[in-house]
C-alpha cells in the first residue's frame, strides 16, 4: 500500500513536471508568436528600418530551441519559424516590402484563426485552451482591422464582419439543430442500460421516423390537401361515392376496419382523385402533382439512404478485416463506455473474459483439425435446415395465396377465410426469426456476425413472403383487368340505356343525369392493391404490439410475481425475461418501409399511417424495453456505421420500387377511378403536360432527349465510368494492401534485428559505440548549417542514439529519441523490394536475410 | 432563458463552445449535472470563476462512470492534477472528449492516456496487465493475463521497445472497428 502511494506520488510529480514543462514550453511559443506580431508592427511603423539583426538573434534562439525541444507541437513551431524567417530574409533582401508584411500578418491571423477553429481537437487543458483561445482572439481582432489598405480596407473589413456573422450563425443554427432532434434522452437512458447495440435499433428507428415524416409532408402537401380544398366533393361523381349496394353498411365498424365502405372511398386511396387537369382557382394539376409525388417520394428515400450510406462509409475505417491486432482491439476497445448499469456491467465483464479466453485458447490450438471440421459441419448443418424453412415458409404462403383466391370467388365465407394470407404471413413472421436464432446457435459465431446472418437469413424470408404475396396480387390484377373490360361496355351501355329512357320520356329538356351511387363501375385494381397493403401494414402493427405485450410484458409480469411461489427459480430459470430482439425488430421495420413505399402510390394515406406508427413504437417500445427486457447475454458494441440496416434498406428500396415502376409503364389504369383515368398509361400524364403547357421547342427537345438514339449511349457512358471508378478503386485498394504488407514486413525485420542484436557478439557494439561519435560528429555541422536538408538525413543519427543508449540501462533517452524518430512505417515510402534493408551507414552489419525464412523464424524466437 | 443567462457570461458560453464540442444547451445540461453532484459547493454563479473543486468520490458515483472499471483513471487523466478531483472546466473537458462528436485522433490520444497507468508516456506490460484485471475483474490467471498482455505488445508494438508508445497505440487503435 505504502509503496502505491509513492508511486502514486512519484507519478504525480512527474506528471506535473511533464505539465509544467509542457506549459512552459508552450508559454515560450507564444512569446514568439507575441514578439513576431509586436516585430511586424514595428516593422510597419518604423517602415524602412529593418531590425534584421534583432531577427536573426531570435531566429538562431528558436533553432536552437526546436532542436532541443522534444515536446509537442513542434510543426506549428516550424510553420510559424519558416514564416518568420522567410519574412526576415525577405525584408533583408529588399526594402520597401509592406506589402510582404502583409502578407505575413495575414498569413499569421490566418494562422490564429485556424488555431481557434480546431482548438476543440487540442488536447490540452481547458485552462489552456481558454486562454490560448483568448489569446488567439485577440491577436485576430487586433490586426484584422489593419490588414487591406485604402479601397481594399473596407472590403476586407466587411468581409470579416460578414464571415463573423456567419459564424455566429451556423453555431447558433446548430444549437437549434441539436435541440430538434427528439427522443435523446431517452434513447440515451436505453444505451445506458442495454448497451449501444440496442440503442442504434431506436436511433434507426428515429432516422426511419424523420423520413417517414419528410415522406409524409410531401403527399400531404402536394396531393391530399390540394384534392380536399379544391378538388370536387364527395359525392358530386361516382368513384367518390360509395355505390348504392354497400351503403347500407358502408358506416359500420366492422366494413371500415376492412377499410371498404366509406374509407375505401376517401383521399385516403387513389381512386377517388379525378382526373381533371387542373383543379381549383389555382389551376393546380393534380394528375401531374399525383404522379410527379409519387416518383419523388422514390427519389427522396433514395438520396436520403445512399447519402447516409456514404456518410458512414467516410466515418467507418477499414472495417477490421486484417487481423493482426486481435488481442490489443480486444484489450483497448472491448468496453462500451456507454454502460450505465451494474446488470448490464456484470454481463459484459463476463462476456468480455470469456472473450478473452475463447482468444487464448484459440491462440493456444490453432491448428487443431477436429474443432475446425465439426464447426464447419455444424455450420452447413444449419444453413440446410434454414433453406429447407425458407422453402417451406414460401410454398405455404404460395398454397395460403392459391387457396384465398378459391376463396375469394365464394360467398360468405368466414373471418378466417378472408384474413387467412395475413394471419399466415404474421405467424411465419412470428415464428421464424426465434426459429433461426435457434439453429443459428449451432454456427457459434460471434455475436455481431451472428446478428448479421440471422439478418440476411430473416431478410430473405420476408422477402419471399413479400414476393409471393405480390406475385398473388398481380394474378388479382389481372382478373381484374379482364374484368374492367366487360365492366365498361357495361357502364357505356348503362349511360346509354339511361339516356335513352330518358329521351324517350321527355324529349324536349336534358335527361337528368343519373345518381353517382347507381352508376356501375370497375373494380378499380389500383385502389385494391392500396387496400391490400394499408391492411397488412395495419396487421403488422398489431401482432408487433400484441407479441410486445404479451411476449415481453405478460411474460416479465409472470415471471416477476409467480416467481414468489413457484417450485423453481422462474428468473434465473426456464421463462426468465426476455431479451430485446434487435434483428426481428430492425428488419420489421425495413419490410415495413418496403410496403410502405410500394404502397403508398396506390394509398396516398399509407405514409400518414406509418407516421403515426413509427410515433407510438418510439414510446411504447422504449417503454416495453425498460419495463419488461433485460440485457443482452452477451452484451456487445454495435459497431459505428450500420450500414448493415442502411444496405438492407437500400435492397429493399430498390426490391419495392420495381413493382410500382412496372404498374406505371405497363399496366393501363383503371377507366373510371384515379388520377390518370382515360389514358393508355399512366407516364402519358408527363407527355400531355408537356404538349400542352409548355412551349414548343421544350417539347421538341424532350423528344429529342428521351430518343433511345441518345439514352442507349448515355447508359453506355454511365456503365463505362463506373467500370472505371471501380478500376481505380480496385487499384488504390491493392495499392492500400500493399502498403500494409510493406509494413508488416518492415515491422519483422526490425524485430529480428533487435531479436539478433541481443545475441551478437559483444564486438559488433564496440564496434557500433565507436563509430557513432564520428557519425554524430558528421550530422551535427550539418544540422546547424541547414535544417531542411538535415531532416531526411535526422533518422539515421538519431535511431542511432536511441539503439546505442539501450545497452545503458536509460531507456527514456532512447525512448525520447524513439518518439521523435520518424515512426517506422514511414520508411514504407523506400521501395523494400530488395528485401533487404540497407544497413545504416557505418553499421558494420552484412547480414542480410532473405525475407521468408526471417518471419518464420521470428514468430517462434523470444521477443525481448 | 434569463435565469439560465447568469450562470456563464454569453463571452464564457462561446469560449466553451469553442473549446469543446458541445452546444451551449448541453454545456447548461453539463454544468447542472456537475452541480447536481453538489449542490452545496457549486455556485449557480460561474460569470467570475470560482474556484470550485470537486472530489473524485462524487464524480465517480456519476451514473455515467459508475460501472466503469476504468473511471479512476479517466478522473485522473481529466483532473487538473492527476488526483481526480475535478473543476468545472476539467469536467466539460472529459465529457467532450469522451463525446461521439471527438474525433478519433483526439479520442486515441485520452485512451492512451486512460491506459497508461503509471503515466510514465508509454502503455508498459505492467499497465496492460492492470486493464486486462480491470475488464475481467480478475478472473484470468497470472499466465493467462501475461500471455494476453505479450500478445498485445508482440501486435501493437511498431518500433520494438517492448511497450506500446503513443504512435503505436494510435497505429493499431485508428484502425479498430469498435472505437467509437
Known amino acids: 500500500k505504502d509503496k502505491e502511494g509513492d508511486d502514486r506520488k512519484e507519478e504525480d510529480s512527474c506528471s506535473q513536471q511533464n505539465i509544467s514543462s509542457k506549459r512552459k514550453n508552450y508559454q515560450r511559443k507564444n512569446s514568439d508568436g507575441k514578439r513576431a506580431g509586436k516585430e511586424g508592427s514595428r516593422q510597419r511603423e518604423g517602415g524602412k528600418k529593418a531590425p534584421t539583426k534583432d531577427q536573426k538573434e531570435s531566429e538562431n534562439k528558436e533553432k536552437k530551441t526546436t532542436r532541443k525541444g522534444k515536446e509537442g507541437e513542434n510543426k506549428q513551431k516550424k510553420d510559424r519559424k519558416n514564416s518568420i524567417s522567410s519574412a526576415s530574409s525577405n525584408s533583408s533582401d529588399e526594402d520597401s516590402l509592406s506589402e510582404e508584411e502583409l502578407a505575413m500578418l495575414m498569413e499569421q491571423v490566418e494562422q490564429k484563426k485556424k488555431l481557434i477553429s480546431t482548438m476543440r481537437n487540442k488536447p490540452w487543458r481547458m485552462v489552456k485552451k481558454l486562454s490560448v483561445l483568448r489569446e488567439a482572439q485577440g491577436f485576430v481582432e487586433k490586426f484584422e482591422g489593419a490588414l487591406g489598405k485604402g479601397k481594399g480596407k473596407k472590403l476586407y473589413a466587411y468581409k470579416m464582419m460578414m464571415a463573423k456573422k456567419w459564424v455566429k450563425f451556423k453555431r447558433d443554427f446548430d444549437n437549434f439543430k441539436t435541440q430538434c432532434i427528439p427522443w435523446e434522452m431517452k434513447i440515451k437512458e436505453v444505451e445506458s442500460h442495454f448497451g449501444s447495440s440496442v440503442a442504434s435499433y431506436f436511433i434507426f428507428l428515429r432516422w426511419m421516423y424523420g423520413v417517414n415524416l419528410v415522406l409524409f409532408g410531401l403527399i400531404f402537401g402536394l396531393v391530399i390537401i390540394p384534392e380536399v380544398l379544391m378538388g370536387m366533393p364527395y359525392g358530386s361523381m361516382p368513384r367518390k361515392t360509395v355505390p348504392r349496394a354497400e351503403q347500407a353498411t358502408a358506416m359500420d365498424f366492422s366494413v371500415l376496419w376492412d377499410f371498404e365502405g366509406y374509407i375505401k372511398y376517401s383521399a385516403l386511396f387513389y381512386g377517388y382523385y379525378n382526373n381533371q387537369r387542373t383543379i381549383g382557382w389555382l389551376k393546380y394539376r393534380l394528375p401531374m402533382a399525383y404522379f410527379m409525388v409519387g416518383i419523388s417520394v422514390f427519389g427522396y428515400s433514395l438520396m436520403v439512404v445512399i447519402r447516409s450510406m456514404a456518410r458512414n462509409a467516410n466515418e467507418s475505417t477499414a472495417d477490421g478485416d486484417d487481423n493482426n491486432f486481435v488481442f490489443s482491439w480486444k484489450m483497448f476497445t472491448s468496453w462500451d463506455y456507454l454502460i450505465g448499469n451494474p446488470e448490464t456491467a456484470d454481463n459484459k465483464f463476463a462476456s468480455i473474459t470469456t472473450s478473452f479466453k475463447e482468444s487464448i485458447v484459440d491462440e493456444q490450438e490453432s491448428n487443431k483439425d477436429e474443432n475446425i471440421h465439426l464447426r464447419r459441419f455444424l455450420r452447413v448443418l444449419a444453413n440446410v435446415l434454414i433453406i429447407c424453412c425458407l422453402c417451406g415458409s414460401g410454398y405455404l404462403i404460395y398454397f395460403v395465396v392459391k387457396r384465398s383466391q378459391t376463396f375469394s370467388k365464394m360467398q360468405n365465407v368466414g373471418w378466417y377465410e378472408r384474413n387467412e394470407v395475413e394471419i399466415v404471413m404474421s405467424l411465419l413472421g412470428m415464428f421464424c426469426p426465434p426459429l433461426f436464432e435457434t439453429i443459428a446457435a449451432l454456427e457459434n459465431y460471434h455475436p455481431r456476425i451472428g446478428l448479421k446472418w440471422q439478418l440476411g437469413r430473416i431478410f430473405a424470408l420476408f422477402l419471399g413472403n413479400l414476393y409471393t404475396f405480390l406475385l398473388a396480387l398481380m394474378d388479382d390484377v389481372n382478373e381484374k383487368l379482364a374484368e374492367e373490360d366487360v365492366v365498361k361496355n357495361i357502364t357505356h351501355w348503362t349511360l346509354l340505356v339511361h339516356h335513352n329512357s330518358s329521351m324517350g320520356n321527355d324529349s324536349t329538356a336534358t335527361p337528368p343525369p343519373l345518381d353517382p351511387a347507381d352508376m356501375p363501375r370497375g373494380p378499380c385494381w389500383e385502389t385494391t392493391v392500396g387496400i391490400e397493403f394499408v391492411r397488412l401494414t395495419v396487421s403488422d402493427i398489431l401482432v408487433t404490439y400484441i407479441t410486445i405485450l404479451v411476449g415481453d410484458f405478460i411474460r416479465a409480469c409472470f415471471v416477476r410475481f409467480v416467481n414468489y411461489c413457484w417450485c423453481w427459480d422462474l428468473e434465473a430459470g426456464f421463462p426468465s425475461y426476455a431479451e430485446f430482439d434487435i434483428s426481428g425488430n430492425v428488419l420489421g421495420l425495413i419490410f415495413n418501409q418496403g410496403m410502405i413505399w410500394m404502397g403508398s402510390f396506390y394509398a396516398p394515406g399509407l405514409v400518414g399511417i406509418n407516421v403515426l406508427r413509427l410515433l407510438t413504437s418510439m414510446y411504447f417500445q422504449c417503454w416495453a424495453v425498460m419495463s419488461s427486457n433485460v440485457p443482452h447475454e452477451r452484451v456487445f458494441k454495435a459497431s459505428k456505421s450500420n450500414n448493415f440496416y442502411m444496405g438492407l434498406l437500400l435492397l429493399i428500396l430498390f426490391l419495392s420500387l420495381l413493382p410500382v415502376a412496372y404498374t406505371i409503364m405497363s399496366l393501363p389504369p383503371s377507366f373510371d377511378c384515379g388520377p390518370f383515368s382515360g389514358k393508355k398509361r399512366m407516364y402519358e400524364v408527363i407527355q400531355e403536360t408537356i404538349e400542352l403547357d409548355f412551349p414548343l421547342f421544350v417539347a421538341k427537345i424532350f423528344s429529342y432527349v428521351a430518343n433511345p438514339g441518345l439514352i442507349i449511349p448515355a447508359i453506355l457512358l454511365m456503365v463505362l465510368a463506373i467500370y472505371y471508378l471501380n478500376a481505380v478503386a480496385k487499384a488504390y485498394q491493392r495499392a492500400n494492401a500493399e502498403l500494409k504488407k510493406k509494413m508488416q514486413m518492415q515491422r519483422e525485420e526490425e524485430k529480428n534485428k533487435r531479436n539478433n542484436k541481443a545475441s551478437t557478439n559483444p564486438m559488433l557494439q564496440d564496434l557500433e559505440d565507436l563509430l557513432t561519435p564520428s557519425t554524430r560528429s558528421e550530422s551535427h555541422p550539418k544540422q546547424t548549417e541547414d535544417k531542411k536538408t538535415e531532416s531526411p538525413n535526422r533518422t539515421s543519427p538519431v535511431g542511432k542514439q536511441g539503439k546505442a543508449a539501450v545497452p545503458d540501462g536509460s531507456p527514456m533517452t532512447g525512448g525520447r529519441g524513439a518518439a521523435f524518430t520518424l515512426p517506422p512505417h514511414v520508411f514504407v515510402t523506400q521501395p523494400p523490394a530488395l528485401g533487404v534493408r540497407a544497413p545504416y551507414p557505418g553499421q558494420p552489419r552484412p547480414r542480410g536475410h532473405p525475407l521468408g525464412p526471417v518471419r518464420a523464424s521470428g514468430r517462434g524466437q523470444p521477443r525481448y | ?180
Open chain 2, 1 to 180: 432563458m434569463g435565469n439560465k443567462q447568469t450562470i456563464f457570461t454569453p463571452q464564457q458560453l462561446d469560449a466553451y463552445q469553442d473549446c469543446t464540442f458541445f452546444t451551449r444547451k448541453e454545456i447548461l445540461r453539463l454544468f447542472y449535472r456537475y452541480r447536481d453532484l453538489a449542490p452545496q459547493l457549486v455556485p449557480l454563479d460561474y460569470t467570475d470563476k470560482p474556484d470550485v473543486t470537486l472530489p473524485y468520490e462524487l464524480i465517480g458515483s456519476m451514473p455515467e462512470l459508475k460501472d466503469n472499471p476504468f473511471r479512476q483513471r479517466i478522473a485522473e487523466v481529466f483532473s487538473e492534477h492527476g488526483d481526480g478531483n475535478m473543476t468545472l472546466d476539467d469536467f466539460l473537458d472529459m465529457f467532450s472528449a469522451l463525446s461521439e462528436m471527438a474525433p478519433r485522433d483526439l479520442k486515441a490520444y485520452y485512451a492512451f492516456k486512460i491506459y497508461d497507468f503509471n503515466n510514465d508516456d508509454y502503455i508498459c506490460k505492467s499497465d496492460l496487465e492492470k486493464t486486462v484485471n480491470k475488464l475481467t475483474r480478475n478472473e484470468l490467471t497470472p499466465e493467462e493475463v501475461s500471455l494476453v498482455c505479450d500478445k498485445v505488445i508482440y501486435e501493437a508494438d511498431a518500433d520494438n521497445d517492448g511497450k506500446l508508445s503513443l504512435e503505436d497505440f494510435q497505429h493499431m487503435i485508428i484502425r479498430a472497428p469498435d472505437f467509437l
